[in-house]
């Protein structure tokens, strides 16, 4: 987790990003995540790593918030514990780990804040990591940054295999940090810039093969100078399509 690397720069040309909101501070950071636990021992341990990660992201002075949405955990008093602790809880109101987590993101996104950050909340050890993340990101004025694993060998095999080949898929089709060495995307905890929202809201949508095709002729243009006709944007838009089945 201690390694973090910064990603490519993504595209500013989403419309209705965040604008300041008067008497918010500058450069404000809001944590989202999502919850749902069974009443059992196993529920009741991954609960608690998360309202000890609430408490700790809480307790750093650069985050403002931390927003939650809970799938309804079983265990008597989680979500009034979570409130008491001073994160802002919302039930999910439609099932399925991509809808909760799109949900929390545009919660958060109600709060205005500068700079938001997903993790899941069991990862304890990220709390320790907000503060040089988020000084990194102001400092650098990337748009994103994804921390990286030093090891995955307290993984599962599969896992380990699984998440190192989606690794190399995304550096395959040049999601790279800006200096071009891999990113871990499959870490899980990302930091961005509020304003590149959009980027982020239009995956698990059918905006997508648009967006990546767009992305391409983007900087097709600007680093090889190539003008783009009507019938090579169809292929882009068509080629998008089949690297993303």
């Known amino acids: 987790q201690g390694n973090v690397k910064m990603a490519l720069q993504l595209s500013r040309k989403s419309k209705g990003l965040q604008k300041p909101h008067k008497g918010k501070r500058e450069d404000s950071l809001a944590v989202f995540s999502t919850t749902f636990y069974q009443d059992n021992d196993e529920g009741r341990l991954r609960a608690g790593l998360a309202m000890?990660?609430?408490?700790?992201?809480?307790?750093?002075d650069c985050v403002d918030k931390v927003v939650v949405?809970?799938?309804?955990?079983?265990?008597?008093?989680?979500?009034?514990?979570?409130?008491?602790?001073?994160?802002?809880?919302?039930?999910?109101t439609k099932r399925g780990l991509p809808h909760s987590r799109r949900e929390c993101l545009e919660k958060a996104l109600e709060f205005n804040p500068d700079y938001l950050l997903w993790t899941e909340p069991e990862k304890i050890g990220m709390v320790e990591c907000i503060p040089p993340m988020y000084a990194h990101i102001r400092k650098t004025n990337?748009?994103?940054?994804i921390p990286s694993r030093n090891s995955m060998v307290s993984y599962?095999?599969?896992?380990?295999?699984?998440?190192?080949f989606g690794n190399a898929r995304h550096t395959d089709y040049g999601y790279v940090a800006h200096d071009g060495s891999p990113i871990d995307t499959f870490a899980g905890p990302k930091l961005w810039r509020a304003d590149i929202s959009d980027c982020i809201l239009v995956f698990g949508h059918q905006k997508i093969p648009r967006a990546l095709a767009d992305m391409r002729i983007e900087e097709g243009m600007r680093d090889y100078k190539f003008a783009y006709n009507e019938e090579h944007r169809v292929r882009e838009l068509e080629r998008a399509r089949i690297d993303l089945n």
């Open 52 to 60: 000890r990660f609430v408490e700790g992201a809480l307790k750093q």
């Open 69 to 92: 949405v809970d799938g309804g955990t079983k265990i008597s008093g989680f979500v009034d514990e979570l409130k008491g602790h001073g994160a802002e809880v919302f039930p999910e």
């Open 142 to 145: 990337a748009d994103i940054l």
């Open 156 to 164: 599962p095999e599969a896992q380990q295999h699984s998440e190192a």
